[in-house]
């Protein structure tokens, strides 16, 4: 097969990254008010996780079509984390900067409350890393949504970590190495984890169908 063929294995991923580029910069204008992220964040979901699952179709499209299909849902969820994490964020803060002044008890009781404060910050991150994805590809109420993003993300862990590994990698990348490469930015790491989520969302509904 010609190496720079349509259907060789260079081309294809050269065509792939082209689109992550192009939904980037989609996911990037829709997120601008801020409030549209989540409803931003799964429209981009929807649309990698049918390239990962070889159902392409017309990205733009595909893109708005499902941001209007999930804006009210994934909205609402977004602002919840939203509001959640800027909670978690100010209590770290305190918690650790309080530690730092104590001693004795108050210091043992203030690394505790810390200690408490990571874990849910881990919980935190495993729910936003499945939610929007789960938004995308399935019908559900809120509650079942963000129950069901911490059960896969701890049933599912390896792959849960290898999705924070590349969005780590890519703001490490874009803050501290290469600045323009943000012109991938999430739309890159949407169609890596989408790779990796299309298998365990293909388990899910095997299990469901037996």
């Known amino acids: 097969m010609n190496f720079f063929s349509y259907e060789s294995r260079f081309s294809q991923a050269l065509l792939k990254l082209t689109w992550s580029c192009w939904l980037n ?3 990037l204008i ?3 008010p801020v409030f549209t992220a989540g409803a931003s964040t799964a429209a981009l979901y929807s649309v990698m996780l049918k390239i990962a699952d070889g159902k392409e179709s017309t990205l733009t499209k595909a893109f708005f079509a499902s941001f209007r299909r999930n804006f009210r849902q994934a909205t609402k969820l977004w602002l919840l984390m939203l509001g959640a994490g800027i909670v978690l964020g100010a209590d770290g803060w305190i918690a650790y900067h309080m530690r730092a002044a104590s001693t004795g008890v108050p210091a043992v009781l203030w690394t505790l409350n810390l200690a408490l404060l990571i874990a849910a910050g881990v919980v935190y991150t495993i729910v936003l890393i499945w939610l929007f994805p789960l938004i995308a590809r399935f019908a559900n109420n809120d509650a ?7 059960l896969i993300g701890l ?3 390896f792959c849960t970590i290898m999705v924070f590994a590349i969005h780590f990698a ?3 990348a874009v803050v501290a190495l290469f600045t323009p490469l943000i012109i991938f930015g999430e739309g890159l790491c949407a169609l890596l984890s989408s790779g990796m989520m ?3 969302f293909r ?3 095997y ?3 037996e």
């Open 144 to 150: 079942a949504m963000l129950k069901n993003s911490l």
């Open 155 to 157: 049933r599912y862990l």
């Open 198 to 200: 299309i298998q365990v």
């Open 203 to 205: 388990i899910m509904s």
């Open 207 to 209: 299990q469901e169908e």
């Open 25 to 27: 910069l989609l996911w």
């Open 30 to 32: 829709c997120s601008l």
């Open 170 to 172: 890519m703001f490490f």
